[in-house]
């Protein structure tokens, strides 16, 4: 078909669809008449598919080239390219359209009608406008998708209604936040800062992230740029650039007004909902690694505790608080015994005892130079045991490590050792749920004596082993005992012993891996799926979760990552964590 009689002009950086409803008020028809009639569909127009551009250009003599630039196109489900830069869909306004009223208005005054929509406005990262130094404002919402894109039809009505028009009515000065946005958007993507060289949608999730976080902190500047929650991204733009040191520093400093019991997801809050998810994207990774390391580095973390949710698989720090509590001794006494075994940490008086770290060999010759060996009541008071489960164990047999060399008491921090091996790939918990039981009222539940429940720990022969955040010792060890007694599990509890979404485990069902009986709750109520024993052994028997996959190989998820991509073992149809077992043997052994 050959260009059509009555058309516009097409102007630099307009989007597609701002284009095609310029063309259809040029040609009095309605917007979803002119696409019906030129053959152009909608969600393709939209999603910048070369057919719907292709025919954009040739009905107009439009530039192909200029358009499918200032089009955001869709290269699979999900996944975004603009400017040379690939995005999630959640970096693009789905119901509402901005803009910048100067723009508009110099658009009007060169004859472009009431103006046309950039491309770049589409992009949720872009707040400013980099020629009028003005943030990119609200122009109108619909959710309507076709009433939403006729933009000339929109932008008519809002120039006839002066109330509404945002022409003046927000002002504020760009950042240099919004710089590098437009900077890594421009054909100048020359590496200026050490993140400049990860994904760009990624590293703006973190600077949003950090600066939530710094927010939260108190130490944000007292006066404002951009008046709404996307001035966190300054926040941690601002700290980021400064280098990874810096913001080592301020974790740091953050981290130590709290106790390191409060949990990572409390003290880090937005960063560690950012990075802390069961399976992080690939864009997130160096930024989850930034974070991963500086808790490693600087946290008492044991067996039982998690790093972004990854299992701790062996303790590499120790807290002077936490020896004082475990030896029962003054914290001045332990810091001496620290200096005269060469261990001395780095102590600040402004630093809390809880946050004072050194290695577990130095605690190990702190009890020798104290001379520490506790009594039988000593014992179960330093490591939250009842007399009748140390009775158990000891007579058991399960206890002979903790003995001191003389065997006339008992070494409370070989007790700790024996705990902390119990709760190797352990779950942090809260809150109890109904299956989840302690060492002794398993024992009860399940008929046998406590002795048989730790070895049946050892084995690996419960579901999930949990540790309650708000117990120590024996005391944090807890036991799902769901399918153990012949009762069938949800698979809400399935997945959630396996470390895996529900969402990813309903998807591993529908795709037929897997059987599983769908249970009829009353009426008005959602189905449940349950697995019965039978069942979730043929499971286990079959696939593995990652999770369960990285503490049998006892790696860390980074290196099970390069050894899964390294040997090609893909997660099976439609999920991301969970593999065949027969494919993943040869990293087991």
């Keep these: 078909m050959s260009i059509l009689p009555l058309t516009v002009p097409y102007v630099c950086g307009e989007v597609a669809f701002s284009f095609a409803s310029r063309l259809a008020k040029r040609n009095a028809v309605s917007f979803r008449e002119f696409l019906s009639d030129m053959g152009i569909s909608l969600l393709g127009l939209l999603a910048g598919d070369d057919r719907a551009l292709m025919r954009l250009a040739e009905i107009s003599g439009a530039d192909l080239g200029a358009l499918r630039q200032a089009t955001p196109h869709e290269v699979t489900r999900g996944r975004w390219r603009f400017f040379g830069q690939e995005f999630s869909g959640e970096a693009f306004r789905s119901s509402s359209i901005r803009g910048c009223s100067h723009c508009l208005l110099e658009d009007v005054s060169s004859g472009a009608g009431h103006g046309i929509i950039r491309g770049t406005w589409m992009l949720e990262l872009v707040r400013s406008c980099p020629i009028h130094d003005q943030p990119i404002g609200f122009l109108w919402r619909s959710p309507d998708r076709a009433h939403r894109h006729d933009s000339s039809c929109r932008l008519e009505e809002l120039f006839n209604?002066?109330?509404?028009?945002?022409?003046?009515?927000q002002s504020a000065t760009t950042t240099d936040y919004d710089r590098w946005v437009w900077r890594r958007l421009s054909a100048d993507k020359q590496p200026e800062?050490?993140?400049?060289?990860?994904?760009?949608?990624?590293?703006?999730?973190?600077?949003?992230?950090?600066?939530?976080?710094?927010?939260?902190?108190?130490k944000t500047p007292t006066h404002a740029t951009i008046?709404?929650?996307?001035?966190?991204?300054?926040?941690?733009?601002?700290?980021?650039?400064?280098?990874?040191?810096?913001?080592r520093h301020f974790l740091s400093d953050h981290q130590e007004r709290f106790s390191p019991t409060a949990g990572q997801r409390q003290i880090f809050g937005p960063l560690y909902l950012l990075l802390a998810e069961r399976a992080p994207s690939s864009e997130l990774r160096p930024f989850r690694?930034?974070?991963?390391?500086?808790?490693?580095?600087?946290?008492p973390l044991a067996p039982g505790d998690e790093i972004l949710g990854e299992p701790v698989l062996s303790r590499r720090l120790v807290s002077v608080g936490a020896v004082a509590r475990l030896f029962n001794a003054d914290v001045d006494k332990v810091q001496q015994s620290l200096a005269a075994a060469d261990a001395q940490p780095q102590i600040s008086k402004l630093k809390p005892d809880d946050w004072v770290t050194f290695d577990r060999e130095a605690a190990a010759r702190i009890q020798i130079a104290l001379n520490l060996k506790v009594s039988d009541s000593q014992f179960c008071a330093a490591l939250h045991i009842s007399p009748e489960l140390f009775a158990s164990l000891r007579d058991g047999g399960l206890l002979e490590r903790a003995r001191s060399g003389d065997g006339s008491g008992w070494s409370a921090l070989a007790g700790q050792a024996i705990v902390e091996e119990l709760l190797t790939g352990a779950h942090p918990i809260g809150r109890?749920?109904?299956?989840?039981?302690?060492?002794?009222?398993?024992?009860?539940?399940?008929?046998?004596?406590?002795?048989?429940?730790?070895?049946?720990?050892?084995?690996?022969?419960?579901?999930?082993?949990?540790?309650?955040?708000?117990?120590?010792?024996?005391?944090?060890?807890?036991?799902?005992?769901?399918?153990?007694?012949?009762?069938?599990?949800?698979?809400?509890?399935?997945?959630?012993?396996?470390?895996l979404a529900f969402s990813e485990m309903l998807s591993f069902f529908r795709k037929g891996h897997s059987p599983a009986r769908i249970m009829q709750r009353d009426i008005g109520r959602k189905d449940r799926i349950t697995l019965s024993p039978e069942q979730v052994a043929s499971f286990h028997a079959n696939f593995m979760s990652f999770r369960e996959l990285a503490l049998a190989a006892t790696v860390g998820w980074n290196q099970l990552d390069h050894q899964l991509r390294e040997q090609g073992i893909a997660p099976v149809l439609g999920?991301?964590?969970?593999?065949?077992?027969?494919?993943?043997?040869?990293?087991?052994?």
């Excluded at 709404?228 to 941690?236: I, P, T, Y």
């Design 161 to 169: 209604d002066n109330q509404h028009f945002p022409w003046m009515s």
């Design 432 to 499: 109890l749920t109904p299956d989840l039981m302690s060492i002794e009222r398993a024992a009860d539940h399940l008929a046998c004596g406590a002795d048989e429940i730790v070895r049946r720990i050892r084995e690996g022969r419960f579901p999930r082993i949990a540790r309650h955040l708000k117990h120590s010792g024996f005391a944090s060890i807890f036991v799902d005992i769901a399918g153990l007694d012949g009762r069938a599990i949800t698979a809400e509890v399935f997945a959630q012993s396996l470390g």
């Design 575 to 589: 999920c991301q964590r969970i593999y065949r077992r027969s494919e993943v043997k040869a990293l087991l052994t």
């Design 227 to 247: 008046k709404n929650v996307l001035q966190h991204a300054d926040h941690g733009y601002e700290l980021a650039r400064q280098g990874q040191d810096a913001i």
């Design 289 to 299: 690694q930034l974070l991963r390391d500086h808790i490693r580095q600087t946290w």
């Design 193 to 218: 800062h050490w993140f400049d060289r990860f994904d760009f949608q990624a590293t703006a999730a973190f600077f949003d992230a950090l600066g939530g976080l710094i927010a939260s902190s108190g």
